[in-house]
């Protein structure tokens, strides 16, 4: 019996000093703790960065207001799975024609991620009136040179839209003075944003006591930033067959109206639908151009769409 007795006080020993052990291995140390935050689906706290910068510009940090909101952005964007997944799926076939229209305009690269915040890189339609990719006003879009009417409107023409998106911006910084400040006159206007510095007597974004919206504004390009630059770090893991391409297509030139135009797709091969993904611009059946303006419809390259 005091055998027995012996033999079961060692096994509750051992299971203790193993219990022990685990807890010890399982203690959240940084190094598995980085480690956990990828591999798993528990929920962990973030790292800010302390490198945060919109187009060049730093992200005041040591602010503890500053890093808060920072914080917060990072996590709601990316505990926000479903969202973030189709953020990267649509950034992979959106910023080839997004980026080199910044750059040609001197506008820094940093700004296509204002349009995943603005549309989450879809033809959106705001409540005020704002739509497509750049969420752009009709009178802005009028004042830049763009078409918009019910037959026509160029705001959900993704390169004449970002050209229009770029004369905005580049006019926003030369009167304030920043980039950042211009990505926030994005958001709350130039005259808005101006009357606001002037009001509470400061110079920085970062210093301004703004409304929800324009107040998280920079944060949130800057999350996505962050986010969409290194996937693997906040815990985003998927394929380049994955993400979405861009559809290769040809411009073919109308200058004259066009009264059908699912009999027009045809004569390409495709059918309505199609011609309006690639061509969303168009928003009616027909084409008037009374004007016999030069119209460039894009037509998907065959064997694409079956």
């Not at 962990?44 to 808060?68: C, K």
Request: net charge neutral.
């Amino acid at each position: 019996m005091k055998t027995i007795q012996r033999m079961l006080a060692l096994v509750g020993l051992l299971s203790l000093c193993l219990l022990f052990i685990y807890a010890l291995q399982d203690a959240p140390t940084d190094e598995n703790f980085e480690k956990k935050v990828i591999n798993d689906y528990n929920v962990y706290a973030l790292q800010v960065p302390e490198d945060l910068n919109f187009a060049g510009e730093r992200v005041p940090l040591e602010n503890p207001d500053i890093l808060e909101r920072m914080d917060r952005e990072l996590l709601v964007n990316t505990y926000w799975q479903s969202n973030g997944l189709l953020m990267f799926k649509r950034a992979k076939k959106y910023f080839p024609v997004i980026e080199p229209i910044l750059a040609r305009y001197g506008v820094p690269d940093d700004f296509k991620y204002l349009a995943v915040i603005e549309s989450g890189l879809t033809n959106a339609v705001s409540p005020a009136g704002a739509r497509g990719v750049w969420q752009i006003m009709k009178t802005t879009g009028r004042e830049n040179g763009l078409e918009v009417n019910t037959n026509v409107d160029e705001r959900y023409h993704l390169e004449k839209a970002t050209e229009v998106a770029c004369k905005y911006l580049i006019r926003s910084k030369e009167n304030l003075g920043s980039w950042t400040l211009a990505a926030a006159a994005y958001n709350a206007g130039n005259a808005g944003v101006s009357r606001r510095l002037k009001e509470q007597n400061v110079s920085d974004y970062y210093d301004l006591l703004l409304g929800e919206e324009t107040g998280r504004y920079l944060f949130r390009i800057v999350a996505l930033k962050e986010i969409l630059s290194h996937p693997d770090k906040y815990g985003f893991n998927f394929r380049d067959k994955d993400l979405y391409s861009n559809i290769p297509t040809f411009k073919v030139e109308v200058d004259t109206a066009v009264t059908d135009f699912t009999k027009f797709a045809e004569r390409f091969g495709i059918n309505y639908k199609i011609l309006k993904l690639h061509n969303p611009w168009l928003r009616e059946p027909h084409l008037n151009n009374k004007s016999r303006k030069p119209y460039y419809i894009e037509i998907p390259k065959e064997g694409y769409y079956n």
